[in-house]
């Protein structure tokens, strides 16, 4: 029986990919061999037979690991990621890696080297990014579950524009080991799923401290899914009604304002409460992201690895031509800007500002929990745009991600629900977001959700 769902998810995949382009590639070999070894394992494993779609950016042994980008083009990892490691063990079969924006640099899959991704719902349209592979993935049901990465919002803000759920955990609940470097300090394995058990599915399974990965935290894993049906009476959500002017589009905010009175029909309490420092999250987030970036990039110098220019006369012109032909225009800019920032008499106006201003973020949130169990918000400030709309205008891009950065500035977790569709049949998400490890919380909430008023339309594109 798990055999012919595999088969069937790889032929899927392989039938939708032109039209989507979600797959750089499509690891038939690789599933056929886990089929063999699933064939002798116990059926009673928590993933048997579950077919997966992995972000190219975390490492699949044996398979390609080009992070979107032409300067690791042909790179093949030589080690599993952890989170890979544990869904082998559980019994998972990772079917293909999806596309995403270069070195996870995006908020509409444009910027990969290899085809920009379009949205299952409106091939003209975006499906987010930077992890747009894995959530058109899953919402062309071609898996029922993927693995993304988020930095500032690269699960949620693509789980709003597909019509998903997206999971982004609280900082060191997943380890990063195997997860190729963007932004350390805000980096973090996400998990797209076509329901809200389906990520806490996958949750329960790749959660938990890691010895590889000193960021990691000791803290207990509980059973996810015994608690989603838990009833949410007497819950407090606190809604910070500042964030929701300008900006937001209109059909997203009442579909919000609809969310809001839907939870507290079943019983949630709602609360006003203030994040007065949310106001400069894109502007800290990119200071530091890019700050991490101009040094987590270095290594790429066509030495030890990757692409590596083949005609330059000198080493010094061989790294010049390199990251100059093998870095896309988006991971240039940020190398830049992050360069900047941390260059002799800049550091402390920006960087360390920025830090500064991170602490305030979090200490915002640290108040605003003490009134309320979890904060509710759009996710994206607009349904998926047109592509190329937003090519030639880079803040207009970033702000994609205005609702989002501040939960991986301040690292906590954080959940994207479907709450509606706009009048072009577009979805639309609402975020839930939680104190440290509260993971359970915020599933049990957005699991009651969806159970009440679900998604009801189907994308466009859709395997079954």
Not at 372 to 396: K, M, Q, V
Not at 433 to 439: I, R, T, V
């Amino acid at each position: 029986m798990f055999e012919s769902i595999i088969k069937k998810a790889l032929d899927d995949a392989e039938r939708l990919n032109p039209i989507l382009n979600a797959f750089l590639s499509l690891e038939q070999a690789h599933a056929e061999e886990r089929i063999a070894e699933l064939g002798k394992e116990r059926q009673e494993l928590p993933l048997f037979g579950y077919p997966i779609a992995v972000k190219d950016n975390i490492c699949t042994q044996g398979l390609r690991t080009s992070c979107g980008s032409r300067i690791l083009e042909n790179y093949r990892a030589h080690y599993n990621a952890t989170a890979i490691e544990k869904l082998n063990q559980a019994g998972a079969v990772v079917i293909g890696k999806t596309n995403m924006d270069e070195f996870a640099m995006g908020s509409s899959n444009e910027n990969s080297a290899f085809g920009i991704c379009r949205n299952p719902w409106d091939t003209e349209r975006v499906p987010g990014g930077s992890s747009g592979g894995s959530a058109a993935a899953v919402a062309s049901g071609v898996v029922r579950a993927s693995l993304g990465s988020e930095t500032g919002g690269s699960v949620r803000q693509p789980a709003s524009l597909c019509g998903v759920v997206g999971l982004k955990p609280t900082y060191g609940r997943i380890s990063r080991y195997g997860l190729v470097a963007f932004a350390s300090s805000l980096d973090n394995i996400g998990i797209f799923g076509r329901s809200v058990r389906d990520a806490a599915k996958v949750l329960g399974v790749i959660a938990g401290r890691d010895p590889l990965d000193s960021t990691s935290a000791e803290v207990p894993v509980p059973d996810y899914e015994a608690t989603l049906d838990a009833t949410v009476s007497g819950r407090r959500i606190g809604v910070p009604w500042a964030l929701m002017g300008e900006g937001l589009d209109g059909e997203v905010r009442s579909a919000v304002e609809r969310s809001i009175e839907g939870f507290r029909s079943i019983g949630a309490e709602i609360v006003d409460i203030e994040l007065p420092h949310a106001m400069y999250g894109i502007a800290v987030y990119y200071i530091i992201a890019t700050a991490e970036a101009s040094s987590n990039l270095a290594r790429y110098d066509g030495v030890r690895y990757g692409f590596r220019a083949e005609q330059a006369n000198s080493l010094r012109e061989m790294y010049h031509q390199t990251r100059e032909e093998g870095f896309g225009p988006e991971v240039k800019r940020r190398i830049m800007l992050g360069t900047y920032v941390l260059s002799s008499g800049y550091y402390d106006a920006y960087y360390a500002k920025a830090q500064k201003v991170r602490a305030l973020v979090k200490r915002d949130y640290e108040r605003a929990f003490a009134s309320c169990d979890a904060i509710l918000t759009p996710t994206s400030p607009t349904t998926a745009f047109r592509i190329g709309e937003r090519s030639d205008d880079p803040l207009a891009m970033y702000l994609s991600d205005i609702y989002t950065v501040s939960a991986n500035l301040a690292g906590i977790p954080a959940i994207s629900v479907p709450c509606g569709l706009s009048s072009e049949n577009l979805p639309i998400g609402l975020q839930l977001l939680g104190n440290f490890w509260s993971e359970a919380l915020l599933l049990n909430m957005a699991y009651k959700f969806e159970s009440e008023f679900p998604l009801k339309e189907m994308p466009k594109i859709f395997a079954d």
